[in-house]
């Protein structure tokens, strides 16, 4: 009966896709072809994955319970220069959304334009910022003129290939702008004007389907004003009309990392507890997991200090590889409210208190169609209630969806999924000098460059974003007798990188959470006479978001050289002159055609300075597990593999763990060749690429904790709870690492028997398990042969590895 209503709903989608549907909404939900739905959607971002890792993203995805596939439209990678456009490979928007079509899901289309997204200049395209008068996101002309181009662009586009669903595509949902609430008061009364033309714009493209707007409480009539971030349950005002349904476009299931921090771990019983509690108390209809595969930054595409993996704990992780127990427990709850949906949308609701930090919450229809939420918010205690002349017992901070308002369907808290460990495997290791050819980046003179003037320009604006560097180039005239002299530089840049007389001196970098200047104090060596001051300024993506984000600046704001008397010389506004970039990036080293022509020097030992590039070829490995290079020995630079750039990387800079924020870096394996691949990187700070591999990603440890009391599942035809494990596509389990039915002690990171414990545990586990893709063992005395300790609730904990 379960499988059958799933099989509908899917059937429902195609039908409407092939037919056409009329999307609508009311108080309750969207409504398509005049039916009410809950819907659950992901976040896959098409520029962050690859077209070959779309196909299993999207039936993963499916596979989850999800019913729609949300992502941003990106200006800035489709109009890189004014007028002309790219939606090719990686940027095929209509390849990727007829993809989801294919598949049978729906879409939710945030054009945005701007979308912050930790993407670089929140997804402006930064030719913008030269526009005459132009003021982003406020009401001015120059700005909406280009807004509105890019977006009915993009409108006409899905129109020309019938992806709107009233023409029988999957697009349901679309957003204008985003987040606008949040710096909406600096833009004074050209914030509400902008706000209202923006909603009228959108509008007036004619669609069919309804507008939204994220963080925007005064959302206008029609649009649909939705709430983001992790507790929407509890923040959300509401539509601000009777007649909106209530939307969650961004429930964040970790968060974004950057470099200097520790990754963000969110439970999926904590995602679990709030999409439910979304659901009982703000009747929401619609629950967006931001992100569902947050993907890669290859290239430049990450704004300020943002790493290159981008929310890899998602339920689908940075390789596409499914993230347990995440997705399989969400996958549960989706199941669970999804059978009752009937209740949910049609029923009327009453809530009341069952206890001092415990309340229901009922939706029962006319038809005695009745679904419960029973809500235990005490973060410390289990409790046990009264509902319906029942009792139920509800774990600390979860949530019981009660079917029927009897049976338990589903609890946050119990987590019957399994468990992985993600593992890298190396696969091609390049710790020889052999491999390797050198050459340096030469740091440029005054008497190199035509591009002279007599300040520090501000750096976004002199490179238009085409490069993360500029050369400051100067000279300093020192006197005899001016001794322990030292450089003071001010920046707004991300790294600043001192050279003086082509000598390196010293570096200093920011971070994250500061907007103050950067500031480097080093003692330096000076000649008598004329001395070459070399300065290059580094950016790690640009700003996304904030107000006035075109009036942003960035670069060297100050140079002073100073000496034993504390006499300072300020060198601001001295003759300098610019290089924009590098020298190997103007010639493309990392191309087949530009490495044929760059002079590459063999050497016999890795020489440990900054400012080289280093290029090496290997061939693809065998199998298709997902790739990374782990560059655990490098500082600081970028990655290219056959002409791609995978990403910056930054190993050097430390958690306060004094790890690095991330040292494996995404290859895909549409990137790679059978054979001969070029790899090269360009190393600002100094690093060793004998240390760098190849590794193969894979899940490879396996682990599953389920105890009687938990409720049977609603995804499988188990009659009692039970360890399900499985094993990644082309595996199997080799060994049992631990198995106990009775009382096992801790959890899947660490474990031991308890008190109470079966000793036939190993040897059904194994019997049922061994040399399986997967296997099922229920959690019952008749499956083990007898009861360890009658008269209380038994678990059994199983570990395993995967080969």
Not at 514 to 540: C, E, F, H, P, T
Request: glycine content about 8%.
């Amino acid at each position: 009966m379960k499988l059958a209503a799933i099989v509908v709903t899917s059937l429902l989608m195609m039908a409407i896709m092939a037919e056409g549907g009329d999307v609508s909404y009311d108080g309750r939900a969207l409504l398509i072809n005049g039916t009410r739905r809950i819907l659950f959607s992901g976040s896959i971002h098409y520029p962050r994955s690859t077209p070959d890792m779309w196909p299993s993203l999207i039936a993963n995805a499916k596979s989850g319970g999800l019913d729609v596939v949300q992502t941003y439209v990106f200006w800035n990678i489709h109009e890189p220069i004014q007028g002309q456009y790219n939606f090719e490979g990686r940027y095929d928007l209509v390849r990727f959304i007829k993809e989801i079509r294919d598949q049978g899901l729906f879409v939710s289309l945030r054009i945005g334009p701007f979308i912050e997204a930790e993407w670089n200049y929140g997804g402006f395209p930064f030719w913008l910022h030269d526009i005459p008068g132009i003021v982003y996101r406020s009401d001015n002309e120059p700005f909406k003129m280009y807004m509105q181009r890019f977006v009915s662009k993009i409108v006409q586009m899905m129109k020309d290939e019938n992806l709107y669903a009233s023409q029988g595509g999957p697009i349901i949902l679309s957003q204008i702008e985003n987040e606008y609430q949040t710096i909406e008061h600096a833009f004074h009364e050209k914030g509400p004007a902008y706000v209202k033309w923006a909603a009228n714009m959108a509008v007036n493209l004619q669609t069919s389907v309804p507008w939204m707007m994220c963080k925007q409480e005064d959302a206008p009539d029609p649009v649909i004003n939705t709430c983001n971030g992790m507790r929407c349950g509890e923040t959300f005002i509401g539509p601000n009309s009777p007649n909106k349904p209530s939307l969650w476009t961004e429930n964040w299931t970790s968060f974004y990392q950057v470099y200097g921090d520790e990754p963000y771990i969110r439970s999926a019983e904590d995602i679990a507890f709030a999409v439910a509690l979304f659901v009982a108390k703000k009747k929401g209809s619609f629950v967006n997991y931001y992100m569902y595969h947050g993907g890669t930054n290859f290239g430049k595409s990450s704004s300020s200090y943002i790493i290159t993996a981008y929310y890899d704990q998602a339920p689908l992780d940075e390789y596409g590889l499914i993230w347990q127990p995440k997705w399989a427990h969400l996958k549960e709850l989706h199941a669970a409210i999804k059978l009752n949906s009937e209740a949910l949308l049609n029923g009327k609701y009453i809530t009341f208190s069952i206890g001092r930090a415990q309340e229901a919450h009922v939706f029962k229809t006319d038809t005695e169609k009745c679904l419960a939420f029973l809500i235990n918010r005490d973060l410390a205690h289990e409790a046990t209630v009264q509902f319906q002349n029942s009792t139920y017992e509800l774990p600390q901070k979860s949530i019981s969806i009660l079917s029927n308002c009897n049976n338990v369907a589903f609890n946050t808290a119990k987590v019957s999924a399994q468990y992985g460990t993600r593992s890298a495997k190396t696969v091609e290791s390049f710790n020889q000098a052999s491999r390797w050819k050198v050459e340096m980046e030469k740091i440029p003179t005054t008497d190199s460059s035509t591009w002279v003037e007599n300040e520090l320009l501000e750096q976004m604006a002199a490179t238009k974003d085409s490069t993360d560097y500029l050369w400051y180039l100067t000279r300093y005239n020192k006197t005899s007798g001016n001794l322990n002299n030292m450089i003071h530089v001010d920046s707004l840049a991300h790294v600043t990188h001192a050279f003086v007389n082509n000598e390196y001196v010293g570096t200093v970098h920011g971070s994250h959470g500061s907007r103050d200047a950067i500031i480097l104090n080093k003692a330096i060596s000076l000649n008598n006479g004329q001395n070459d001051i070399s300065l290059l300024s580094v950016m790690v993506g640009l700003p996304n978001s904030g107000a006035y984000l075109e009036h942003r600046v960035a670069g060297l704001r100050r140079v002073r050289i100073s000496n034993s008397k504390d006499q300072f010389k300020d060198l601001s506004n001295n003759q300098w002159t610019y290089q924009v970039g590098l020298s190997g990036e103007k010639s493309n080293v990392f191309t087949e055609q530009g490495t044929k022509v760059t002079d590459w020097k063999t050497f016999e030992s890795f020489p440990n300075q900054p400012l080289l590039w280093y290029m090496t070829r290997f061939d693809a490995p065998l199998g298709d597990e997902p790739l990374a290079l782990n560059l655990i020995g490098m500082g600081k630079g970028e990655v290219w593999i056959n002409g791609q750039s995978i990403g910056r990387y930054w190993v050097s800079f430390k958690t306060p763990k004094g790890v690095p924020s991330q040292s494996l870096y995404h290859v895909p394996r549409s990137f790679l060749k059978p054979s001969r691949n070029l790899l090269v990187l360009f190393e600002e700070m100094g690093g060793n690429p004998s240390t760098i591999t190849l590794e193969a990603i894979s899940v490879t440890g396996i682990c599953g904790r389920v105890s009687e009391s938990y409720p049977k599942s609603i995804v499988s035809l188990n009659k009692y709870p039970s360890v399900k494990l499985h094993c990644p596509k082309g595996s199997a389990i080799s060994s049992i690492e631990f198995a106990s039915y009775g009382s096992p002690v801790g959890n899947c990171d660490s474990y031991s028997v308890g008190s109470c414990h079966s000793a036939t545990s190993r040897t059904i586990v194994e019997k049922g398990c061994l040399g399986r893709s997967g296997c099922s063992i229920t959690v019952s005395p008749r499956k083990f042969g007898h009861d360890p300790c009658p008269g209380t609730f038994k678990s059994l904990l199983v570990a395993a590895t995967c080969q």
